[in-house]
């Protein structure tokens, strides 16, 4: 198996109809994907643990629901119980789309019918992994809002707390039975650290990351 290459949107594809994974790994490589081809879903959380690329390179899993050894929807249950939030699609036949459906309101990003149809098969892995970018992009943030966070000294993140939470300068000083010269300084000086404007940054923060 090839190493996985951090600026491409890498899909996994997992049935165990040969056929139907070369159709599927040809025309989404030719789409401009980089494909990862399995015959069973039993590999595919080691696989993930051992390329954790898949876990900040925007990614996503088309998935067969009825195979051996280990089904979509099983596939689903170990992604979540294992915490891997890579977005799956589900692919089954007429006979079980009722089940499929399940899963995607479990929290599949969504579902195909069998014979596939290139297009929505596209779409649909086009949707997975702008989902995952987003997913990203906001666990980057947080992570970045976070270490600013540590920055802050006790007395500083407790002033900028009670700021985001609508406090006055006034009423922060009151609360906390300091100086109001010496809260506007720690206010300052917290939001220098977490590099934010003013007072709607300061709550737009706050709502991402514990102050």
Known sequence: MELLNSHSKNVIIIDDDPAINASMSRFLTLAGYQCHVFGSAVG?????????????TPSCIVCDN??????????????????????????SGESDVHEVASGFRKGAIDFLIKPLDVNKLEQATE????????????????????SRVALLTPREREV?????????????????????RTVKLHRHRALKKLNASGLVDLVKISELVDL
């Open 44 to 56: 595919v959380i080691s696989f993930i643990k051992e390329h954790t690329e898949f876990l900040t």
């Open 66 to 91: 009825q195979m051996s050894g280990m089904t979509g929807l099983q596939l689903q249950e170990a992604l979540q119980d294992k915490d891997i939030n890579v977005p799956l699609i589900l692919i």
């Open 127 to 146: 949707k997975a992994l702008a989902y995952h970018s987003t997913q990203l992009q906001s666990t980057s943030s947080k992570s970045i809002l976070a």
């Open 160 to 180: 900028a707390r009670l700021v985001a939470k609508g406090h006055t300068n006034l009423g922060v000083a009151l609360n906390l039975n300091i100086a109001l």
